[in-house]
């Protein structure tokens, strides 16, 4: 489709990502638009007041904007219900004071590297020209913060210290290291000395954080009732009755449990408690593996069995987007495995990423439901789709709708329905896969109870310890992993929710089409015509599936 022939709602969704990228060249590589790759973003106050009117001025335009078919009306639904929701989130400087060590400029700037090519003499220009960007940046995020810490906003003491010890980790070669891995013959010496620069302003920022920023930090954990429903809004695209979401989370916790003891009793039937049948599972060799070499391939080969399994069956692959890689995420990442798109021009293929923590034993008992939950028939082969449908979807759709409840819900519904297909006859992987259930309840619990302040079943109000002791104990995580994850709830409340409240959604509108369809009900027409559809909020996900007559 070309310019001349889109319609003004997908001309102005194009508009709106081409003045985007121009104002975050980090965004821009990561959808492969060139010409951008030797800057970073500008993370001061001023830089993003230019994001909000970029924002005003193109919810102006499209009031005036007129649909002409069904692809136009969800296209501008889509946008306006997005734009508004991150409207809201800058103008309460909600979207400037996110600090977390999942969510931040300084995990931004660090990731933005890993996803730039270096074949070519001007590839590596521009890793030199992003290196010495590095100092700028940071400052023009310190610059926020403080102004920000003026105007009485700011973000709590663990957050500060998680990010502050992540730059910590990062001024010890992370720049470095990425220029001696793709120069290491020294042919382009200013490239290492402009690396070795970006690693030495990691710390200085590093120590900002700890010794400035931190002190003036908030000393409670939780967002509150105001700001958390703000952020649930944005991450859900769903008005909730949280008080009803988080009662659901503890049935829904307490019957995944109820399944994991029944499990454990084919695995170690004398076992007092779960938590010693995951250290049983850790311990057998049957499912550990030694090297991150190892690990990588038997990732891949998984997914390309995973693929060639749902194609042509549950799904009508493209050839274009069959392909998913595996590699290792940057140190200092979370604990999590997490997906990257591929590219617009698909010239990077989606990309799994896994967190080694600095191990090089694993255990794969749990795996293969993460797995299908990033790859496929996951997050890869949701993404992938989005990308390829450009006569369907607008470019905005396709790059900058995501919402992590329409998201989220469906890699989680994948790994239920691989469960539904017998893919974890192996009680190991049952269990690893009822583990993965459990945590994204768990998950509903902790994260409304930390934030809103709840108690929990002992009658004491939800805390750290209280919230790490749950994933320890009926989510199975080891503690280093638990500690992790609450501290990731606590620096971006809302988004822990909105796996198991979008699972819940995708679940519904299955069951839904069923019944309205009756025997003209295909499930491979139903997960076509919903990822085609593209991400939205869950509210007119579920408004749009009612409508779907099957076809």
């Given at each position: 489709?070309?310019?001349?022939?889109?319609?003004?709602?997908?001309?102005?969704?194009?508009?709106?990502?081409?003045?985007?990228?121009?104002?975050?060249?980090?965004?821009?590589?990561?959808?492969?638009?060139?010409?951008?790759?030797?800057?970073?973003?500008?993370?001061?106050?001023?830089?993003?007041?230019?994001?909000?009117?970029?924002?005003?001025?193109?919810?102006?335009?499209?009031?005036?904007?007129?649909?002409?078919?069904?692809?136009?009306?969800?296209?501008?639904?889509?946008?306006?219900?997005?734009?508004?929701?991150?409207?809201?989130?800058?103008?309460?400087?909600?979207?400037?004071?996110?600090?977390?060590?999942?969510?931040?400029?300084?995990?931004?700037?660090?990731?933005?590297?890993?996803?730039?090519?270096?074949?070519?003499?001007?590839?590596?220009?521009?890793?030199?020209?992003?290196?010495?960007?590095?100092?700028?940046?940071?400052?023009?995020?310190?610059?926020?913060?403080?102004?920000?810490?003026?105007?009485?906003?700011?973000?709590?003491?663990?957050?500060?210290?998680?990010?502050?010890?992540?730059?910590?980790?990062?001024?010890?070669?992370?720049?470095?290291?990425?220029?001696?891995?793709?120069?290491?013959?020294?042919?382009?010496?200013?490239?290492?000395?402009?690396?070795?620069?970006?690693?030495?302003?990691?710390?200085?920022?590093?120590?900002?954080?700890?010794?400035?920023?931190?002190?003036?930090?908030?000393?409670?954990?939780?967002?509150?009732?105001?700001?958390?429903?703000?952020?649930?809004r944005h991450y859900t695209g769903a008005k909730l009755d949280?008080?009803?979401?988080?009662?659901?989370?503890?049935?829904?916790?307490?019957?995944?449990?109820?399944?994991?003891?029944?499990?454990?009793?084919?695995?170690?039937?004398?076992?007092?408690?779960?938590?010693?049948?995951?250290?049983?599972?850790?311990?057998?060799?049957?499912?550990?593996?030694?090297?991150?070499?190892?690990?990588?391939?038997?990732?891949?080969?998984?997914?390309?069995?995973?693929?060639?399994?749902?194609?042509?069956?549950?799904?009508?692959?493209?050839?274009?987007?069959?392909?998913?890689?595996?590699?290792?995420?940057?140190?200092?990442?979370?604990?999590?495995?997490?997906?990257?798109?591929?590219?617009?021009?698909?010239?990077?293929?989606?990309?799994?990423?896994?967190?080694?923590?600095?191990?090089?034993?694993?255990?794969?008992?749990?795996?293969?439901?993460?797995?299908?939950?990033?790859?496929?028939?996951?997050?890869?082969?949701?993404?992938?789709?989005?990308?390829?449908e450009k006569d369907r979807l607008s470019r905005f759709q396709?790059?900058?709708?995501?919402?992590?409840?329409?998201?989220?819900?469906?890699?989680?519904?994948?790994?239920?329905?691989?469960?539904?297909?017998?893919?974890?006859?192996?009680?190991?992987?049952?269990?690893?896969?009822?583990?993965?259930?459990?945590?994204?309840?768990?998950?509903?619990?902790?994260?409304?109870?930390?934030?809103?302040?709840?108690?929990?079943?002992?009658?004491?109000?939800?805390?750290?310890?209280?919230?790490?002791?749950?994933?320890?104990?009926?989510?199975?995580?080891?503690?280093?992993?638990?500690?992790?994850?609450?501290?990731?709830?606590?620096?971006?409340?809302?988004?822990?929710?909105?796996?198991?409240?979008?699972?819940?959604?995708?679940?519904?509108?299955?069951?839904?089409?069923?019944?309205?369809?009756?025997?003209?009900?295909?499930?491979?027409?139903?997960?076509?015509?919903?990822?085609?559809?593209?991400?939205?909020?869950?509210?007119?996900?579920?408004?749009?599936?009612?409508?779907?007559?099957?076809?």
């Amino acid at each position: 489709m070309t310019s001349e022939t889109q319609s003004p709602i997908f001309q102005l969704s194009d508009e709106y990502i081409s003045e985007g990228v121009k104002l975050s060249p980090i965004a821009a590589s990561f959808l492969g638009v060139p010409g951008y790759d030797d800057q970073l973003d500008d993370y001061s106050l001023e830089g993003s007041q230019k994001k909000l009117e970029l924002i005003r001025a193109t919810l102006r335009k499209l009031a005036e904007v007129i649909p002409q078919d069904e692809s136009d009306r969800v296209a501008a639904a889509v946008l306006y219900e997005r734009l508004t929701s991150e409207l809201g989130l800058y103008d309460s400087y909600e979207a400037q004071i996110e600090c977390a060590v999942i969510a931040s400029p300084a995990i931004n700037i660090r990731q933005v590297f890993e996803v730039m090519p270096h074949e070519t003499e001007e590839h590596f220009k521009n890793f030199t020209a992003r290196f010495n960007a590095v100092g700028p940046a940071l400052e023009s995020w310190k610059s926020c913060l403080n102004d920000l810490m003026k105007m009485g906003k700011r973000t709590s003491k663990r957050q500060v210290g998680g990010v502050a010890d992540q730059l910590k980790a990062f001024s010890h070669g992370a720049f470095s290291g990425i220029s001696t891995r793709i120069d290491p013959n020294n042919k382009y010496p200013d490239l290492h000395t402009a690396a070795t620069s970006a690693d030495k302003s990691a710390g200085e920022m590093g120590d900002w954080l700890r010794t400035t920023y931190f002190p003036e930090a908030m000393e409670a954990d939780g967002f509150g009732a105001e700001r958390y429903a703000a952020w649930a809004r944005h991450y859900t695209g769903a008005k909730l009755d949280l008080k009803e979401t988080y009662e659901w989370g503890l049935k829904d916790l307490a019957q995944i449990n109820e399944r994991m003891w029944k499990v454990a009793s084919k695995i170690k039937p004398d076992a007092k408690t779960l938590q010693e049948v995951a250290d049983y599972l850790d311990n057998d060799p049957k499912y550990i593996i030694h090297g991150t070499v190892v690990l990588l391939d038997k990732l891949q080969e998984f997914t390309v069995a995973a693929t060639a399994w749902m194609d042509g069956v549950y799904f009508d692959i493209d050839d274009r987007i069959k392909f998913c890689d595996a590699r290792l995420a940057p140190e200092g990442s979370a604990a999590a495995p997490y997906y990257q798109s591929p590219s617009e021009d698909l010239s990077r293929p989606g990309t799994t990423w896994f967190p080694t923590l600095g191990k090089d034993k694993f255990n794969w008992w749990k795996i293969p439901s993460m797995w299908y939950h990033e790859a496929v028939p996951g997050h890869h082969l949701q993404c992938a789709t989005v990308i390829i449908e450009k006569d369907r979807l607008s470019r905005f759709q396709r790059t900058e709708a995501w919402t992590s409840g329409y998201g989220e819900g469906w890699a989680l519904y994948a790994e239920r329905f691989m469960d539904e297909l017998g893919a974890f006859e192996d009680p190991g992987y049952e269990m690893g896969f009822l583990s993965s259930q459990a945590l994204r309840a768990a998950r509903v619990v902790i994260d409304i109870g930390l934030h809103l302040g709840y108690k929990d079943g002992n009658g004491s109000v939800w805390n750290y310890d209280s919230a790490v002791n749950l994933l320890v104990s009926h989510a199975l995580l080891d503690e280093d992993f638990a500690k992790s994850e609450v501290e990731r709830y606590l620096g971006i409340g809302g988004q822990a929710i909105s796996y198991k409240v979008g699972e819940r959604v995708w679940m519904n509108a299955r069951e839904d089409a069923k019944k309205r369809l009756g025997d003209r009900f295909s499930l491979k027409k139903f997960h076509a015509f919903a990822l085609e559809l593209g991400p939205m909020g869950l509210d007119p996900f579920m408004d749009e599936m009612s409508k779907w007559d099957g076809s």
